[in-house]
């Protein structure tokens, strides 16, 4: 005869299981804003920053954005991690500080 399932210890291990992904996911989330030395910023412009991101609608943009944030990985790869030199030493200039400007004057 079968063993009966506790479907409690089941769905207590997958509540387990999905609070560590969390907990991972905002970790990762830390570093990688430390990472593009973005920690550097005010906390007020980093949201806004982000907040900006999510709302906006420009497709080609947000495909910019997509490469910016690929190419910095790839970098971080292929320097051992090292991806905070990369970011800093972009030939195309420093989107950050075009866009922070662009916003104060708004």
């Known amino acids: 005869m079968r063993k009966p399932r506790d479907y409690d210890s089941e769905l ?31 906390i007020e412009l980093l949201a806004g920053a ?16 997509r490469k910016r944030g690929a190419a910095f990985f790839q970098g971080a790869r292929k320097s051992g991690g090292r991806a905070r030199g990369y970011a ?11 866009s922070a400007t662009s916003q104060d004057g708004a």
């Open 50 to 65: 982000l907040l900006s991101a999510v709302d906006s609608n420009d497709a080609a943009a947000k495909e910019g954005w």
């Open 12 to 42: 207590h291990a997958l509540n387990d299981k999905a609070k560590l992904l969390k907990e991972r996911k905002v970790q990762q989330l830390g570093e990688v804003v430390a990472a593009t030395g973005a920690d550097a910023l005010p």
């Open 88 to 98: 800093r030493s972009d030939p195309a200039g420093d989107s950050r500080t075009s």
